[in-house]
Structure formats: structure tokens, C-alpha cells
């Protein structure tokens, strides 16, 4: 862990974690066709935490898929960590996401067969870690996240927010430059919503961790170091958030968005 | 550690569903398998009751027009080393009558003294054909002993069911009228009886010759080899004696009614093997839709973790081939008696291929 946090650069190095230029991306083709992005540049400085809003439909996800490497642009291009996504082949690119990027979902998506340990060891056992190192880290990475508790649980026997965190770890566990979360509190209670908000905020401050998270929920915004807000696939708006603008605040801006 | 050998925790983890698997894939290679078996098992019943019919003959002479011809023709053949006996029969349709009773019957004409070495007769009552029973021809040309009833031997059931009984008469309808037969014999429904499902009439060669206008001729002449003769060999040495218009074959590919009984036969069968076989692979594709439908969202997690295509590839394989050999060990527990199927995939080939393309 330690080793990791040193060979992390220091917040706010030159090169961008993310950046994207003019990307577009649309869906189908013909009377279909589906505008889902329609020209979005953005760069995140490493070491810093991104909330993306907007309605629904505005091409929040999308745009997650596409920097996350699961999905490529109808134009435009993406850069993690100063590598051109579309110069990489899907082999290539499974690879980068596989070491660099770390991902959490709403439903969490952690495998209902294997035990929360083995979950978190996944990715390492992806990359062909063997079994003890995999699991060493593991421990590690749900030490890290306050879970550590419940290792040998399957994710059936653990409560959403515990599942969160458990997906959390998951990400983690590579040690990866960026961490991309879709709507990570979507599905939790206000109590552990906060809760995992909390500890995305602590990786950030703690660990120079550098996330792009898509939310609908102000109260999980307000926790970012800036807000991009989407609308009809293009960006309407970006701030930052420094210094004790309230989830109130937050929502009212959004409210007058749209 | 291996990607596979993680995720294959599944397989324990879930036994329900593991054994649901399986079981699909055992429903369906036991479909296929069976359905060979009995095929396989149909045939042999089928090859081995024209096999009796033909008999243990290596080769067998016939006219290349499958009409009947003067033995003689054929005589140089026996004085070959390779041939140890030859043995003349004719074979043709007929009808017996008793009483009210009427059905059409096979008769085979035989010579008593030699035909034992190519076909059995299993008696179940009375006596066999004698050198006796074959009345002279000089005894023939009178006319007592044209008149004379001839002793012939029937299966045992296919004369019960026309009321026949040891020693009684009947009437055989033949081109040159009715002729009296005498049972003589009855006969297990093995070896020469088998034919045509027992409806067969045995008669000696001679009086056969007589009834059916065909003296002197007979359909085949069937060579029994000297022992650890080659039979390609003596394929070869019979052929070259042998006068244009007849031919050696080997008693496999049989004339006429057999073949075509045969060749049916097959085409059903085949086309059995094939339903199966289909059916099989349909509810194996199926159990392996529905668990990868299942765990569709699993592997695109996997995906979105840095899996590669191949990666997922080779998982999938893997688990088929661990539900695959666990399913189809069902069907073929490891083991001796399993050995004569399970080794020889020729079986199911054989099974599934209609005879004309073979
Ligand atoms: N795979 C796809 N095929 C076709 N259309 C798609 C696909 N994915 C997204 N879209 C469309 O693209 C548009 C943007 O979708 P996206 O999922 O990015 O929205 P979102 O901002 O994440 O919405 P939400 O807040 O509801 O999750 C929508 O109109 C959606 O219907
Ligand atoms: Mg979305």
C-alpha cells in the first residue's frame, strides 16, 4: 500500500489523469440514431475527485464507458494517464483498464459465487497474481475501506453499503490512476450513502487517488472537488466545489439547469 | 493462480445448478448414445440373420445376373486348395397352402450332405434332411416317385400358426402346380430358419430343382475355405477359374431381398440416429445458453475488470469440457465394460451415415 501511495505522482503533477477531446458518441444509425455525446472535452488533474450530473438520458454514462476504455467514440479521443485510448487494441485496451483504471458500479456487480475476499482479489487473479499474493493484497485493500470484517462472506450475506465498500476495495486493489464510479450511492440509504462518499473523499485526500464519479445525488456531488453537469450530451457546466458549497446549494443549482 | 481454477469454485459452489447441467448434457449424449446402441444392435440382428441365411461362407459364387445357373460352370473352383467345400443352393418364392391356411414361403433347396457346413439347423423335432430323402433321378422319372411327397423342414412356430404338425401334409404351390410336401423336420428359429421371420421351407436341392423348373441350376454355390486361407486371396484364385457370366463375391453383399431389406432397415435407423442426435445437441446448447445467459452480467463484470476476450473464452471452454467429461462419464462410467463403445467412435459414425454414402 505504502509503496503504491510513494510511485503515486503528487496531486496536481502535469500530466492529466483523464483528459478527452471532442468526443462524440451516437448510438444506432438512420431515423434511431441516438446523440448520446455531442462534442465533451474535460481534463482531470490527478489526485482530484470529479462528480458528473445531469439528467437522465444527458450522456452521463456514456461518457464513463468511453474514458473507461468499455466503450470507443463515435469521434474525439480519449486520454488516461497520457495514453491515446484509440490507439490501443482491444487486447491492449482490456489491459490498461485491467492495471490503471478501477471501476464501481450502482449495483455494485461483485460476483455472487465467490466470497468478498475473493472479490476484491479478482482482478489480480485477472492480471495472474498468484493466489497468496492476490489475497494479501486484498486484505489490504478491505483493511483500507473498513470492511476487512467481513472477507469471508459471500456478497448475499452483506448490506448494500457493505457491498459498496467491498466494490470499493475491488477497485482499489490495483492500485489503479483512476477510479471510475457510476452512480456508487444510487442504490444505498442517505446514512450509507454518506458513508461510502466519505471514504471516496479519504482516498482522494489520503492517497492522491484521482475518481470520476457520475451521481444523481447532491449530497454525494458535494463531496467532489468539481461538478461537470451534462445536458443533451453536451457539458452545460463545470465549477469547483471548493470550500463549503452545501448539497442545498448544489441542488438548487442544478434545479435551475434544468 | 489460474483465472479458471477461481472462477470454477462455481461449479461446487452451486451444485443445483451444476448437476441440472450435467444432467442435460447426460439427457442428451444418452439420447445419442442409445439411440446408436440400439441402432447398432438392430443391425447386428439384421446382418447376423442374413449372415445365417448366407452362412459362415467366406465366398459365395453367383451368376452376375442373379439368375440361376448350372453349378458345373462353376465346378473347377473346388479343385482350388484354397477352397475346402462348395456348396450348391437355390432359393425361391412359393406358396404353402394347408387347409384354409395359405402363406407365402421361402424355399431353400439344399444339399443334405454338404449344406450343414455353411448353415445351421437346429431341430426341435423329427429329423434332418438325409441323403434318403433326396429321391433319385432315375426314381423321379417315374411316376411314383414324382408323385412322391417330398420332406421338407419347417420352423417350428411358422407351421404352428398354419396347423402343421410333424408328419402332416401340405401343399406347395410351385410353376409347375401343387406339389405334396411331408413334415419331416421342425426347426429352432435360428440359423437357415431365420429367414424370411421363419416363413422358409427347406427341401432337398434336387426335388426344389424339379418343382421349380430348374433342373441342374441352383442361385449360388458357397465355398467354404481351407483353414487360414486368405480370403482376398482366394477371392482372386476363384475369380480367374471362374467363366464370364459368374462371379465371387463376398456373402455380405447378398442379392435381391436382402439387400434392400438391409439398406431399408438402415435408412430408418439413420435417420433415428440423426433426430437423436440432434435432439441431444439441442438440450446440450441449450443448458450452456441458459448458464451463459445467466452469467452474462457476471462475465461483462469480468470484462469491465480487465478479463480478455480470451481469458472469458477459455473460462467458458474449460467449464464445458469439466461438465462435459462429468456428463458424459455418466453415460460411459471409465471402465471395462463401457470399453467396447466408448473407444470406438466409428460406432456412432457408422450409425449415423445412411449406407449409400458409405
Ligand atoms: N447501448 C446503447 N444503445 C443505444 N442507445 C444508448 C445506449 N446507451 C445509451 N444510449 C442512449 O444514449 C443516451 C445517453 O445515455 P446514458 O446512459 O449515457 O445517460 P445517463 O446520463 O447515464 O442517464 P441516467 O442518468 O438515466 O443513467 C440515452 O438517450 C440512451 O438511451
Ligand atoms: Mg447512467
Known amino acids: 500500500m505504502c509503496a503504491a501511495s510513494t510511485a503515486r505522482p503528487a496531486k496536481g503533477s502535469v500530466t492529466p489523469a483523464v483528459e478527452a477531446q471532442g468526443l462524440t458518441k451516437a448510438f444506432g444509425s438512420g431515423p434511431t440514431e441516438v446523440q448520446a455525446l455531442r462534442g465533451v472535452d474535460l481534463s482531470l488533474r490527478q489526485g482530484v475527485f470529479l462528480a458528473v450530473m445531469g439528467p437522465s438520458g444527458s450522456g452521463k454514462s456514456t461518457l464513463l464507458h468511453l474514458v473507461g476504455g468499455l466503450t470507443k467514440p463515435t469521434s474525439g479521443k480519449v486520454l488516461v494517464g497520457g495514453q491515446d485510448l484509440s490507439a490501443l487494441n482491444d487486447d491492449a485496451l482490456t489491459l490498461l483498464r485491467r492495471r490503471r483504471i478501477g471501476f464501481v458500479f450502482q449495483f455494485f456487480n461483485l460476483l455472487p459465487i465467490l466470497t468478498a475476499l475473493e472479490n476484491v482479489a479478482l482482478p489480480l487473479i485477472i492480471d495472474g497474481v498468484r493466489e497468496a499474493e492476490a489475497t494479501q493484497r486484498a486484505a489490504a485493500a478491505m483493511e483500507l475501506v473498513g470492511i476487512a470484517h467481513r472477507r469471508g462472506h459471500r456478497p448475499g450475506k452483506l448490506s448494500g453499503g457493505e457491498q459498496q465498500r467491498v466494490a470499493v476495495a475491488r477497485a482499489l486493489v490495483t492500485e489503479p490512476v483512476l477510479i471510475l464510479a457510476d452512480e456508487p450511492t444510487g442504490n444505498l440509504d442517505s446514512t450509507t450513502g454518506d458513508q461510502v462518499m466519505a471514504l471516496l473523499r479519504r482516498l482522494v485526500d489520503e492517497r492522491g487517488q484521482t475518481i470520476l464519479m457520475v451521481t444523481h445525488d447532491p449530497r454525494a456531488a458535494a463531496m467532489a472537488d468539481s461538478l461537470l453537469t451534462l445536458k443533451d450530451g453536451f457539458v452545460a457546466h463545470e465549477q469547483r466545489l471548493d470550500g463549503g458549497r452545501s448539497a442545498g446549494e448544489i441542488l438548487r443549482e442544478l434545479e435551475g439547469l434544468s | ?358
Open chain 2, 1 to 358: 493462480m489460474r483465472l479458471w481454477a477461481y472462477t470454477v469454485r462455481e461449479l461446487w459452489r452451486r451444485p443445483g445448478r451444476t448437476v441440472l447441467t450435467v444432467l442435460g448434457i447426460v439427457i442428451g449424449v444418452a439420447a445419442v448414445v442409445s439411440v446408436s446402441l440400439a441402432s447398432a444392435g438392430a443391425r447386428d440382428a439384421f446382418s447376423n440373420m442374413f449372415d445365417q441365411v448366407a452362412g459362415r461362407a467366406a465366398l459365395e459364387v453367383v451368376a452376375q445376373a442373379r439368375t440361376p445357373f448350372d453349378p458345373a460352370q462353376a465346378q473347377a473352383v473346388e479343385s482350388l486348395p484354397e477352397v475346402e467345400a462348395a456348396v450348391p443352393a437355390i432359393s425361391v418364392q412359393a406358396a404353402l397352402l394347408h387347409g384354409q391356411e395359405r402363406s407365402p414361403v421361402l424355399v431353400l433347396g439344399i444339399d443334405p450332405r454338404v449344406d450343414g457346413l455353411v448353415r445351421d439347423y437346429v431341430l426341435r423335432e423329427g429329423a434332418l434332411l438325409s441323403d434318403e430323402t433326396e429321391v433319385k433321378a432315375d426314381d423321379l422319372s417315374d411316376e411314383a416317385g414324382a408323385g412322391a411327397p417330398v420332406e421338407a423342414l419347417l420352423e417350428a412356430g411358422f407351421a404352428r400358426t398354419l396347423g402343421l404338425a410333424l408328419g402332416d401334409e401340405a401343399r406347395l404351390l410351385t410353376p409347375t402346380g401343387l406339389a405334396t410336401l411331408r413334415v419331416r423336420g421342425l426347426l429352432a428359429l435360428r440359423g437357415a430358419a431365420v429367414f424370411n421371420n421363419g416363413a422358409v421351407v427347406v427341401l432337398p436341392l434336387e426335388r426344389t430343382q424339379r418343382l421349380f423348373d430348374q433342373e441342374g441350376r441352383v442361385n449360388t454355390v458357397q465355398l467354404v475355405l481351407a483353414d487360414g486361407a486368405d480370403v482376398v486371396a482366394a477371392q482372386e484364385r476363384v475369380a480367374r477359374v471362374l467363366p464370364p457370366g459368374l462371379i465371387v463375391q463376398r456373402p455380405a453383399s447378398r442379392g435381391g431381398l436382402a439387400d434392400e431389406t438391409l439398406a431399408n432397415t438402415e435408412l430408418g435407423l439413420s435417420a433415428l440416429s440423426a433426430l437423436a442426435l440432434v435432439a441431444g445437441a439441442f438440450i446440450i446448447l441449450n443448458t450452456f445458453l441458459m448458464n451463459v445467459g445467466e452469467r452474462r452480467r457476471q462475465l461483462a463484470v469480468m470484462r469491465a475488470l480487465g478479463a480478455t476476450r480470451r481469458q472469458i473464452t477459455r473460462l467458458l471452454l474449460r467449464e464445458a469440457i469439466l461438465l462435459g467429461s462429468g456428463g458424459r462419464s455418466w453415460v460411459w462410467p471409465p471402465g471395462r465394460g463401457s470399453r467396447r463403445y466408448s473407444s470406438d467412435p466409428c460406432r456412432v459414425w457408422w450409425a449415423l451415415t445412411p449406407p449409400a454414402s458409405r
